[in-house]
């Protein structure tokens, strides 16, 4: 066992070390998007509001804008080290501070996103490979083809026009229903776990019920995704050779599959759960946007609306630290699940 | 949605292109081939995806003969077209809140979609397999920092990429088509890089290409020729799926509200946006229209890549298992006891046999593997 | 399991010394094996006969594509889909290929076992080696406690120098060699009566190889296992096989006493196979001309007529008899019956495809 954890610390050491490069890549190419693009974040910022020449320019000195822009870029960097992703031009606020304070609704988000897309794929992804080339395969597949086609608002309209506004089951949008959540108070700043601290399960099941719609839809995107992949892991996994020789020992069919099958198909999930981060992002800005939900995604979205180059720059920032470091978590519990990967 | 199908099409090996002098269009026949082959889930996929993609672009090219009004027209001969009326009369779709014609808004709709598509894939077709050679061409720090580069940019979330790429280039002139079409490729250049760096990489190390540069062949040639036909593989999926995600790409800009502006063309995405108000007032029409064309278009490229790549990966395709029925033994198995040891019957040109030593017990011939060749025995092999 | 009972007291009986007359093991007769593929059926198998006895050996060689693995799958039931089996297997009263997917699962780990080529793929990858264990002994013995899995499961492995030690390590812990001596402990922990070892050690080297012999060469004398050992080594059949028989394209062509065989080929299949492996180390290189042939549409009458260097005009009109010589060996040749065929029957075969055999 120990020479087990020595190989797997070395590996936890290199995954970490590599990280590195990728971030500076990632925070460099944001830096150059948002500070070398044409516009100008003061004036930007200001709307159609006339500024004269002399304020803008005073602005800028202290925003620090006149400066090189190397110089703003080393700034940027040393800032990113600290956790300071500035101060919104609109608001007023820290970026972190915001971050903190929106951040929660979208981890709430994704993650039932997330479980609604494995609790459905993986299922669905089993049978369709166990009984490959069955009717069941076929509707299964098509069934990740086209919503993976239909865009997140699309089936977002849809579906709160029919669960929502028709039968009524859930309601429209928000996390919660107005008010109910405000005396409770911020301990991890991701409101249902915080309704669970304090034992407010009215709150909780308020939440629980407001995100079934959202997840759902955000879940239908990357559902296609699993079920594919699940599928095709289990076909490849039950002509594998070990199957066979399983077969050989006249271990049950039933368990050949579920022993054999499923749970080596199982253990790449894992990886894809991690490239599905990303999309998980992305689409929870639309979703968000579509239902209204209170996260980092809508919050962005009016940054840009007002222009807000810094608060944009920030939140970019710490949507592209969470993809490097999620990323890196998933390879990380992928060595523990499967001995082979250390090697 | 820009993560690829992960049974995509791998490049293949030297051995797919073993003829490398032979004529694109064999290569491109041969690679299609199995298209009109396709069966099953496969053939189904393609051909609705062929027929509502083909639909697609008619409707796009033809948008002026077919959409009855201009896309931002709210009135028609000087009459103003009623506001949020019903389809049916004058608008077959129905009209909008901004007195637009739903139908015409759509059919424009497609246009636009179109437009973009087509300067995305090909902005990013571009670029991604320029870099793809050179990286794979040239290798060294440039390699290595084109490949960091890229994967970092496959990593982002493709929305946000593209989200911040138009908010970067908004200020571009050509209006908000390029704007859009540029947002997009920088999400799609990564994954013709990779594709075509890899081959490119392959090319080099393989060893017909050093046999030619040996004779003095132009080895870019050669790589040229053999990147070809394997990308020639993989891009097709990777271009339909892309366009597919273009259009929905460009259609969640719309909905965000950093696409294209309602002045300067339809756009789908933005439209729905703008209806969803209607909706709760029960007004069906504004949305269900463009929200109808957006999924089917994005399904018909769908449809086009999944199918293909079935038809152009082997291993996933549809098995056809093919059950065999044991005939009937047509002639009873026959088992002749003899009494004697036959002769050795003379073969054609060989000398007469040697009379035969029965020696079964043939000292060590269970003791070691080369027993057997000094106890065989066999007259013939003794003649030669 | 109830069969598997059932199955010790008849036929496990005889010893080493009378094994002729003991009640085989398993006897197959016109087994044929066919899979369905693009080119139509392909005779994988076509009509084998043979029977292996308590204790004994089957060496089982021939050409690469010649039916082997296939023969040894379709004992046991293990064929992909579309593939169908016809004919007789005998196994302890009962016709193999009658039996129901389910009673072959059954049969198969106590009764039956099979040894793969490639041991390093053939362990899960995600399942320690003691549970690989648990699993076969859990679903052939229901009752057996963690204890006794456990001392049964060492014991095996102790048998083929597998430390207790190792007995938790993952699979890509072990070596080739090792992780073979694993494959065969799980075969020969539940004591089948009849075992298939397909090439058991020709993805190993060659010290590997003395040992896993020498290994299965204990097991007959221990338990009194049948074994079919399917090898293209010609020296192990020599050294390890009590009994061959030569495959060539989907038949057995000739089978016999091993010593025999070897001493005494009659076929001009197997002469030409082991001038063929002999003259290696000997008088240069020989190979056996041509190749053998498409089993989806193998040539009519004998099927080696095309290659045979002795082939008659019968040979290609008609399938030869199977010849049982008076050394006890059988045969599947015209040679030996003359008297079968006419005297134009006899005339040497003058077709192109004998000119190939010339140059050899
Ligand atoms: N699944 C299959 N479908 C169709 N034909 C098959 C299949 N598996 C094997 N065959 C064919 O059956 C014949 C016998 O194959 P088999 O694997 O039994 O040969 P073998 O004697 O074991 O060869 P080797 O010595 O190379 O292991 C071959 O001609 C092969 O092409
Ligand atoms: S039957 Fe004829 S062709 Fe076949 S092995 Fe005998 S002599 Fe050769
Ligand atoms: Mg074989």
């Given at each position: 066992m120990s020479m087990k954890s020595g190989s797997l610390g070395r590996y936890i050491a290199m995954r970490v070390a590599l990280a590195i490069p990728m971030i500076f890549v990632l925070l460099t190419l944001v830096f150059v998007m948002l500070r070398v693009a044409p516009g100008d974040p003061i004036s930007a910022s200001s709307g159609g509001a006339k500024m004269s020449q002399e304020k803008i320019d005073e602005l800028?000195?202290?925003?620090?804008?006149?400066?090189?822009?190397?110089?703003?870029?080393?700034d940027y960097l040393a800032d990113v080290v600290r956790f300071d992703f500035g101060t919104s031009v609109s608001t007023n606020q820290q970026v972190s501070d915001v971050i903190l304070e929106k951040g929660g609704a979208t981890v709430t988000l994704a993650t039932g996103g997330l479980v609604f897309a494995l609790l459905l794929g993986i299922p669905v992804g089993l049978l369709a490979g166990r009984f490959r080339d069955s009717a069941f395969d076929v509707f299964a597949r098509l069934f990740g083809i086209i919503t993976y086609a239909a865009p997140v608002f699309v089936v977002g309209l849809l579906a709160q026009q029919l669960f929502a506004t028709k039968l009524g089951w859930f309601p429209l949008e928000g996390e919660t229903d107005p008010l109910i959540a405000n005396d409770i108070p911020a301990t991890t700043h991701i409101l249902i776990l915080d309704a669970i601290w304090v034992n407010d399960w009215e709150v909780v099941w308020n939440v629980l019920w407001h995100l079934i719609l959202p997840a759902a839809t955000l879940g239908l995107l990357i559902v296609g995704v699993f079920i594919r992949m699940v599928r095709v892991n289990l076909i490849q996994t039950l002509r594998g050779d070990y199957v066979e020789a399983a077969r050989a020992r006249g271990i049950r069919e039933r368990d050949v599959v579920v022993k054999h099958g499923f749970r080596n198909a199982l253990v790449p999930v894992i990886t894809v759960i991690g490239l599905q981060v990303a999309l998980l992002l992305g689409g929870s800005v639309l979703t968000e946007k579509t239902f209204n939900w209170p996260g980092l995604g809508k919050q962005l979205i009016e940054f840009l609306n007002s222009r807000d180059y810094v608060a944009v720059q920030g939140l970019v920032t710490f949507i592209a630290l969470v993809v490097v470091v999620i990323s890196m978590l998933i390879d990380i519990i992928n060595a523990l699940i499967d001995p082979r990967v250390r090697y | 949605m820009a993560n690829l199908p992960t049974e995509l099409v791998a490049p293949t090996g030297p051995a797919g292109t073993a003829a490398p002098k032979r004529a694109g269009r064999g290569r491109l026949r041969r690679t299609f081939a199995p298209i009109l082959e396709a069966h099953g889930l496969a053939r189904f996929m393609l051909w609705t995806g062929i027929a509502i993609t083909g639909f697609f672009v008619v409707i796009a090219v033809f948008a002026p003969w077919i959409a009855p009004y201009g896309y931002d027209a709210y009135e028609s001969g000087g009459e103003r077209f009623p506001k949020q009326e019903s389809p049916g009369g004058d608008h077959l779709f129905g009209t909008t809140v901004q007195n637009f014609d739903v139908l015409s808004r759509v059919v424009w709709g497609a246009r636009t979609a179109l437009e973009v598509m087509v300067l995305a894939v090909v902005f990013s077709l571009f670029i991604g397999v320029l870099l793809g050679l050179l990286s794979g061409y040239f290798g060294g720090w440039l390699d290595r920092i084109l490949v960091l580069v890229m994967d970092t940019l496959f990593a982002f979330p493709y929305l946000l990429l593209a989200i911040v790429a138009a908010f970067m280039f908004s200020d571009v002139p050509g209006g908000g088509i390029v704007t859009a079409a540029l947002a997009i490729t920088v999400v799609y250049?990564?994954?013709?890089?990779?594709?075509?760096?890899?081959?490119?990489?392959?090319?080099?190390?393989?060893?017909?290409?050093?046999?030619?540069?040996?004779?003095?062949?132009?080895?870019?040639t050669i790589i040229g020729r053999y990147v070809f036909s394997n990308v020639i593989q993989s891009v097709p999926v990777i271009t339909t799926l892309n366009a597919a995600d273009a259009i929905a790409t460009l259609a969640g800009l719309g909905f965000l509200g950093f696409g294209i502006q309602p002045t300067e063309a339809a756009e789908w995405g933005y439209d729905l946006q703008r209806a969803i108000p209607d909706l709760g007032a029960d007004m069906w029409w504004t949305a269900t229209f463009p929200g109808v064309a957006i999924v089917l278009a994005?399904?018909?490229?769908?449809?086009?890549?999944?199918?293909?790549?079935?038809?152009?990966?082997?291993?996933?395709?549809?098995?056809?298992?093919?059950?065999?029925?044991?005939?009937?033994?047509?002639?009873?198995?026959q088992v002749v006891t003899v009494a004697a040891m036959p002769?050795?019957?003379?073969?054609?040109?060989?000398?007469?046999?040697?009379?035969?030593?029965?020696?079964?017990?043939?000292?060590?011939?269970?003791?070691?593997?080369?027993?057997?060749?000094?106890?065989t025995g066999e007259p013939q092999e003794e003649g030669k | 399991m109830t069969t598997a009972n059932g199955t010790d007291s008849t036929t496990r009986t005889g010893s080493g010394t009378s094994r002729d007359t003991t009640a085989p093991v398993l006897a197959a007769r016109d087994l044929r094996v066919w899979y369905g593929s693009e080119r139509g059926p392909v005779a994988a198998v076509d009509g084998v006969t043979f029977d292996v006895?308590?204790?004994?050996?089957?060496?089982?060689?021939?050409?690469?594509?010649?039916?082997?693995?296939?023969?040894?799958?379709?004992?046991?039931?293990?064929?992909?889909?579309?593939?169908?089996?016809?004919?007789?297997?005998?196994?302890?009263?009962?016709?193999?290929?009658?039996?129901?997917?389910?009673?072959?699962?059954?049969l198969r780990g106590p009764e039956l076992g099979l040894i793969f080529q490639e041991p390093m793929t053939r362990l899960n990858p995600l399942m320690r080696v003691s549970e690989h264990f648990e699993e076969a002994l859990r679903t052939h013995n229901g009752d057996l406690t963690k204890d006794e899995i456990r001392t049964r499961a060492l014991d095996?492995?102790?048998?083929?120098?597998?430390?207790?030690?190792?007995?938790?390590s993952f699979p890509h812990e072990f070596s080739g060699g090792m992780r073979q001596r694993i494959m065969i402990a799980l075969a020969l922990v539940l004591r089948p009566a009849f075992v298939v070892a397909d090439e058991p050690t020709t993805a190993l080297d060659v010290l590997v190889e003395a040992?896993?012999?020498?290994?299965?060469?204990?097991?007959?004398?221990?338990?009194?296992?049948?074994?079919?050992?399917?090898?293209?080594?010609?020296?192990?059949?020599?050294?390890?096989?009590?009994?061959?028989?030569?495959?060539?394209?989907g038949h057995i062509v000739e089978q016999g006493d091993a010593r025999e065989v070897f001493a005494n080929p009659q076929h001009p299949y197997t002469q030409a196979l082991m001038r063929s492996t002999i003259s290696l180390s000997t008088t240069g290189l020989h190979y056996i001309p041509g190749s053998p042939p498409d089993l989806a549409h193998p040539p009519a009458g004998c099927r080696f007529h095309p290659r045979c260097p002795k082939a008659m005009k019968v040979c290609a009109q008609e399938a030869p008899p199977e010849v049982l010589l008076p050394n006890g060996t059988r045969n599947t040749c015209w040679l030996p019956v003359p008297d079968m065929t006419t005297a134009d029957g006899r005339r040497p075969l003058e077709v192109?495809?004998?000119?190939?055999?010339?140059?050899a």
């Open positions: 800028r000195a202290a925003a620090g804008y006149d400066r090189p822009l190397i110089v703003q870029y080393g | 250049i990564p994954q013709y890089f990779r594709v075509v760096r890899a081959s490119t990489l392959s090319a080099r190390e393989a060893t017909y290409v050093e046999a030619a540069r040996a004779m003095g062949a132009k080895p870019r994005i399904l018909g490229f769908t449809l086009v890549g999944e199918g293909l790549n079935d038809v152009l990966n082997p291993s996933m395709r549809k098995r056809r298992i093919r059950t065999v029925v044991i005939p009937p033994i047509a002639k009873p198995r002769a050795a019957v003379p073969a054609q040109g060989e000398a007469p046999a040697v009379e035969q030593t029965e020696d079964p017990a043939t000292p060590g011939a269970s003791e070691t593997g080369d027993a057997p060749a000094s106890a | 006895r308590p204790g004994e050996t089957l060496g089982l060689v021939g050409e690469s594509g010649c039916g082997k693995s296939t023969l040894g799958r379709g004992v046991l039931g293990l064929l992909p889909p579309g593939a169908a089996v016809d004919g007789e297997v005998r196994f302890a009263g009962k016709n193999l290929v009658d039996l129901s997917a389910r009673q072959l699962q059954q095996a492995l102790r048998g083929m120098g597998i430390p207790a030690s190792r007995y938790e040992q896993i012999i020498q290994i299965l060469a204990d097991l007959r004398r221990n338990f009194d296992t049948a074994l079919v050992l399917i090898t293209h080594n010609l020296g192990i059949v020599a050294e390890a096989c009590d009994r061959v028989a030569v495959m060539y394209a192109e495809e004998i000119s190939v055999a010339d140059e």
